[in-house]
């Protein structure tokens, strides 16, 4: 049976979940038992999208951010597995859309790896980082390119520049989405063409000066930021691509 993580309650006391400032036990062990297993059917909920019986569990006080062993939320496992109109209904409740796993990653890093588009669009416009670092330096962004998802990274990038939120950012996204989007490293069959994104497209969104400033910048800083980016991407490449390529083959359950 799959456990509720005790991070979700604080204590080892499974009824602070229920009762967030409870400071006495309340369940019995068999209550206890009976409610972890209410818990692994909430987790199969936001699965396999059944929305409409998750829902019914959250009006009774199950928590919207609740979490399974592995520090998955319900969002991130309804996300994972493109529970399109359960991800809705969590998001609208007020569940923590960058709620890392104890891996470190967020549910639109996990969408971007899957290729989910229209739950990758719900996640960011919902408030979704596509800058979190979901370790190594590695970004729902960076994800994006690396697994070949030319929609996602096309709207990442068009939304970003809708926004205006491309500025004067540092840190390793930015040397990551800069200089990979430009094919300044040796990346060249997944990075060259998430970057390209169609030549028509990014002739015509660099007609912008949003984009057309955005460009200017990041040629201005590849050649320094080539060799650092050759080193982390054949890192991040070694580590992580091929288990994920292996993960997505055999269609996991979390």
Do not use: W
């Not at 936001?46 to 019914?56: P, T, Y």
């Amino acid at each position: 049976m799959e456990k509720v993580s005790q991070k979700n309650a604080g204590q080892n006391n499974v009824g602070q979940i229920l009762v967030p400032n409870l400071t006495e036990e309340i369940l019995t062990k068999d209550e206890e038992k009976r409610y972890e297993e209410l818990c692994a059917m909430a987790f199969d909920f936001a699965r396999n999208d059944a929305c409409e019986n998750l829902e019914i569990m959250l009006n009774a006080g199950l928590s919207e951010n609740l979490k399974n062993h592995k520090g998955d939320s319900l969002l991130m496992l309804a996300s994972y597995h493109n529970s399109l109109p359960t991800a809705q209904m969590l998001l609208k409740r007020g569940a923590r859309v960058d709620e890392k796993n104890d891996r470190g990653q967020t549910p639109l890093a996990g969408v971007c790896f899957k290729g989910y588009f229209e739950m990758a669009k719900l996640l960011v416009e919902s408030g979704a980082n596509i800058r979190e670092n979901n370790g190594l330096g590695m970004t729902p962004f960076a994800y994006a390119l690396m697994f070949g998802r030319k929609d996602i990274a096309k709207f990442f990038l068009e939304y970003e520049g809708a926004a205006g939120e491309r500025g004067a950012k540092s840190g390793a996204d930015s040397v990551s989405l800069d200089s990979a989007r430009l094919d300044s490293v040796g990346f060249d069959s997944v990075a060259r063409d998430a970057a390209k994104l169609d030549s028509s497209d990014l002739d015509s969104a660099s007609a912008t000066n949003a984009n057309a400033a955005r460009i200017a910048k990041a040629t201005s800083v590849k050649s320094a930021l080539k060799n650092k980016l050759s080193i982390f991407i054949a890192a991040c490449f070694s580590a992580l691509f091929a288990p994920f390529r292996m993960r997505a083959n055999q269609n996991p359950n979390k």
